[in-house]
């Protein structure tokens, strides 16, 4: 088997996944990843935002575009710099992803639910450490929060 066609298919599984458990709340993995983005950070400019979930700009300013809307995050203009769009999840944005919570969760379980521990474990290590070897091929470089154990 070709790993990238079981990368894409599990991918999908789980994208299937994700939307099956949070279909109550309209929200997309993507705009997800963003929304728990700022929920952790508070307020970032769209470059480190872009940075921080491994997605290109042009795609967070669309995203954003579609959860500004929908009342879920603020943008504002830099202090220093009007160029810069700062960005930060509204009382609405923050309660969402607060409720949201257990159905990702849930998600991210079924995924890997017949893995056992162990091999979750060595799984989501041999992911980290080929997201890292390989970000710099990535349109949109994603900032790794931990070093990959070898």
């Known amino acids: ?38 929920f952790e950070h508070g307020e970032l400019d769209q470059i480190s935002l872009s940075e921080e979930i491994g997605l ?17 995050l603020l943008r504002r203009q830099g202090d220093t710099d009007r160029r810069v769009k700062l960005l930060k999840l509204t009382v609405k944005g923050r ?5 949201m919570e257990a159905a990702v969760q849930r998600a991210h379980d079924r995924t890997i639910d017949h893995l ?3 091999e979750r474990e ?14 710099h091929q990535g349109a949109a470089p994603l900032r790794l929060r931990e070093a990959p154990e070898a």
């Open 1 to 38: 088997m070709r790993p990238g066609f079981l990368i894409r298919r599990l991918h999908q599984i789980h994208t299937a996944l994700f939307l099956e458990e949070t279909q109550a709340f309209s929200i997309t993995p993507v705009q997800y990843s963003l929304m728990t983005a700022l």
């Open 56 to 72: 290109e700009r042009t795609n967070v300013a669309d995203v954003v575009e579609r959860l500004q809307a929908r009342g879920l």
């Open 116 to 118: 056992s521990e162990a």
């Open 95 to 99: 309660n969402l992803v607060r409720r």
């Open 122 to 135: 060595v799984l989501l290590a041999q992911l980290i450490r080929l997201v890292d070897a390989n970000n």
